[in-house]
């Protein structure tokens, strides 16, 4: 069997098992991801060696020297399995798509993205379906699971995850690849069969996220959508201008009464569901000009981190409580200091220009709109799940590929 095929397989199953909470669910030894990253790493190292000399790779494994110091350095924030999954997350998706792009291995690519998207579609159907049968859970079904992560309340979990529930990670990411889903549907020269495939994820998505009752991924989803559809991958003076119409409309639109108003129709539709809070704190500001409400809370914790940054700007800080555990970029920062942050930036950087310049030039636009969604979330959450990387690294760019190819474009 050719090397390429031994990883394709290998590579699907680990991904499908890691992310499948369904699969987690009645065989929960799936859940320990770091044992089947680093078997997959291996793997990765032994067939494509090669793949170390990227420069996006080479900055990663700078950023993983100081992971590692960190943690034989017995700092309270870096345990082993931590130290791992900071790793091999990145690794991953970064390395499998380099290796199909070097070895223009269009086949591999979409195998891999293929169950990819079968998991989201199958898991998005059974939490749409386990929401409508439980209305009544307070937290919202994500919520609640990361409340049962708190409280080590794992026979919850595992039970959530046998009826096929949504991990956290996963409404939250959705939005990085709906900018190639709404790009083919845009296109009238994408073939039916793709441009239906692309209609039936974003609708089947949407209604996941929507029932995940996650404020900040539905917001981040509404923000892909309308980002998709002003912009034209054929003009790029046509999408600029475009965006500063809509940017000076809503700059206008904000703090207004019509606004304010709008708001509250929606808190009487979602009345029941953890939106209506959020909605509530919003109004509040809007007409009071101060945050409240939760709102202020994750303010308080986004300057925790930054606070941390800035007293220990070169190495961070050693002690958990100093950081607000709440916005990935931030987090890094005030953990890392620029020794740990600088690396990571760069490997971002390096990465995202290498697929940038290898995407056909009607999906780049669109390619940039999910790697945006990304940093905004970057901004306001935690990323501390797979998803998160599997779908801006490898999903994302390889649905760009896929969809829109030579034979379409």
């Known amino acids: 069997m050719k090397k390429n095929k031994i990883l394709t397989y290998v590579a699907a199953f680990v991904v499908t098992v890691s992310t499948f909470t369904l699969i987690q669910g009645y065989f929960p030894f799936f859940m320990k991801s770091w044992v089947f990253f680093s078997s997959l790493v291996i793997l990765i190292t032994l067939l494509y060696p090669m793949v170390y000399l990227e420069k996006s790779i080479i900055c990663l494994m700078m950023y993983s020297i100081v992971i590692l110091l960190n943690y034989l350095s017995r700092d309270e924030v870096f345990s082993l399995s931590f130290a791992l999954n900071e790793i091999t997350f990145y690794f991953i998706p970064t390395a499998l798509f380099l290796i199909y792009l070097r070895n223009d291995d269009l086949k591999s690519l979409k195998i891999m993205s293929t169950a990819t998207v079968l998991v989201i579609i199958i898991t998005s159907v059974l939490t749409i379906l386990q929401a409508y049968n439980n209305p009544s859970i307070a937290l919202g079904i994500v919520r609640s699971i990361v409340a049962a992560q708190i409280n080590e309340n794992y026979t919850y979990i595992i039970d959530q995850y046998r009826k096929g529930v949504t991990s956290y990670a996963m409404p939250h990411a959705f939005p990085f690849i709906v900018p190639p889903l709404i790009c083919a549907l845009k296109d009238n020269k994408v073939p039916f069969k793709k441009r239906f495939f692309a ?3 974003i609708v089947i998505g949407t209604f996941m996220v929507f029932f995940s009752q996650s404020t900040g991924a539905l917001v981040i989803l509404c923000y892909s959508f309308i980002m998709s559809l002003i912009v034209t991958g054929k003009s790029s003076q046509r999408s600029t201008i475009r965006l500063i119409v809509l940017g000076c409309l809503a700059a206008s639109f904000l703090n207004s009464p019509i606004l304010i108003s709008i708001l509250d129709s929606l808190g009487a539709k979602v009345e029941t569901m953890t939106y209506y809070g959020k909605i509530e704190d919003v109004m509040t500001m809007l007409e009071t000009g101060g945050s409240v409400g939760e709102i202020a809370y994750r303010q308080e914790l986004h300057n925790m981190s930054l606070n941390a940054f800035l007293g220990n700007l070169l190495l961070g800080t050693n ?38 310049k290898s995407m056909p030039n009607p999906t780049r636009i669109y390619y940039l709109i999910g790697v945006s969604a990304f ?4 901004f306001q959450k935690n990323m501390a799940g797979f998803e998160y990387w599997l779908y801006l690294f490898f999903l994302l760019p390889s649905l760009c590929l896929s969809l829109y190819n030579k034979e379409t474009a």
């Open 199 to 201: 209609l039936a994820v």
């Open 319 to 356: 002690k958990g409580s100093d950081i607000g555990g709440h916005a990935y970029f931030m987090d890094r920062a005030g953990l890392l200091g620029l020794i740990g942050i600088i690396p990571l930036f760069l490997f971002f950087f390096f990465q995202v220009n290498i697929t940038y």
């Open 375 to 378: 940093i905004i979330l970057g």
